[in-house]
């Protein structure tokens, strides 16, 4: 799961950084609304953390020109401003959400798990398929009950597609959405990592659909 913090204030956008990280998120980000812009509008993210108050460009209008381009992913808006009217601004721009700082990371964290939930259509911080189990919330995954050891990357790919189980991921859209913008992507990784999933969890629980990817298979069954 990838997520894009755009935020001026430097030791803040270094806390939300550190702080997405180390919950399991691949993350980008930027430190002016032009540059928050282009981002947000040419890469695929789960979910934004998007300041209002930016350089060279605000966020309400790079809210509005994401949403006039029908960029669809979650965005949670940060804002100093306690005026209720800013607030309704926000939500009225295409905002999902808002925290007005100061605030808690736990509580930002909390809201940014929800965010994704619902827009892959799952209401429960729990998801399940077959005997595997993810919690969002403590970012551990079980099988049958006992806990499964993952990597960071392991734990990417599985959420990604516990998150949207039942439909085709290509490896095209897993890297696009496992790994930050720095990083040196390789679509042959998927396999690997496909891979050692398989060798921690039932093997027929992710299936290949050969010439398009890979998909959650809750049910059971055959290797396509």
Known sequence: MRVLVVEDDQDLNRQLVDALSG???????????EEGYFLGDTEPYDLVILDIGLPKMDGISILEQWRRSDRKMPVIILTARDRWSDKVQGIDAGADDYLAKPFHMEELLARARAQMRRASGHASSEIECGSVR???KSARVTCDGTQIKLTSHEY????YLMHHNGRVVSRTE???????????????TIEVFI???RKKIPTDVIETVRGLGYRMSCGGGDEA
């Open 156 to 159: 990417r790919l599985l959420a």
């Open 195 to 197: 891979g050692r999933l």
């Open 23 to 33: 919950a399991g998120y691949a993350v980008d980000s930027a430190s002016d609304g």
């Open 134 to 136: 993810l919690d969002t």
């Open 174 to 188: 897993l890297v696009e959405h496992l790994y930050d913008q720095d990083f040196d992507r390789d679509s042959n």
